[in-house]
């Protein structure tokens, strides 16, 4: 069977855009689970940005890791996928004009899509994680990432948090970036349909979840018509890689005392140490003036 080029898998997700269709996820994170997604027929997959922190550094999402590290590891992807796959590029790494080189490399990366969020990353010391940039300043970045985009094909979603404002700030906010130009609109925080209704019927692109298996949005049919094409349910594939990882070694070094019940999320808190980031940022950010 022939090699789909990187254009053909952008083609194939500009269609499943097209469609009337609600499409889930699968978590890629190298090569093999690109494989792996394509051959169980998952339509697309997705690069997180938390997962390749974890995969390159072992760090928690801290935005630590740098742009070339993260290209370079949607490019080992990008090579053998044969599923369109999303990259999560977080805040574009920096402002406007580092949101062009982001596009640049993930494009030559061969990503399908990326989003480009209104997060303030990297958060400030003393402040929540969720905090977002001024809306000028994100139409800023999605103008910018149009600019640097040269495959029109390529898909650029505009994300923000949809749990941290109110409806109407939300609703101004997603318009925006939709007549900026941008692709389609990713949000995560979203409560359930009332909540997305509110917001879907003022926008026209086609939307992006990050549901992460929220109950109150379990329903594909209801979802597609509300004009969601793809759901981002959490990273399951890679949080079970890593149990099972840990549960493979403990086995091989015989350590039988005790049986392992440490979940995937308690042995990523364990390895990842971010109470010592956690140490660190109130050593070294605190600043008093």
Known sequence: M???SHQDLR???????????????????????ARIAADLGF????????????????APDFALITLS?????????????????????????????NVMRTIIELERAGVAALTIEDTLL???FGRKSTDLIG???????????????????????????????????????????????ADGICMVGVQDFDHLEKISENLTVPLMLVTYGNPLLRDDKRLAELGVRVTIDGHGAYFAAIKATYD??????????????????ELTHTYTQ??????????????KE
């Not at 083609?11 to 889930?24: D, G, I, P, V």
């Not at 339509?43 to 072992?58: D, F, K, P, R």
């Open 2 to 4: 022939p090699r789909l």
């Open 11 to 33: 083609r194939s997700f500009r269609q499943l855009l097209a469609s009337q269709t609600c499409y889930h996820t699968a978590s890629v994170f190298d090569p093999m689970s």
């Open 43 to 58: 339509e697309v997959g997705i690069l997180g940005g938390s997962v390749a922190s974890l995969q390159v550094l072992g």
């Open 69 to 97: 590290e993260f290209a370079e590891q949607a490019t080992r992807i990008g090579r053998v996928a044969q599923l369109p796959f999303i990259a999560d590029a977080d805040h574009g790494y920096g402002n406007a004009l």
């Open 122 to 124: 990297p958060a400030q």
């Open 135 to 181: 809306v000028a300043e994100g139409v800023g970045k999605i103008r910018a990432a149009l600019e640097a985009r040269v495959d029109p094909e390529m898909a650029i979603i505009a994300r923000t948090n949809a749990g941290i404002l109110p409806v109407q700030e939300i609703i101004s906010r997603t318009q925006q970036y939709e007549r900026a130009g």
């Open 248 to 265: 493979s070694l403990r086995e091989q070094r015989q350590i039988f005392t005790q049986a392992s019940d440490l979940s995937a999320t």
């Open 274 to 287: 971010p109470e010592e980031y956690i140490r660190w940022a109130e050593e070294y950010m605190s600043v």
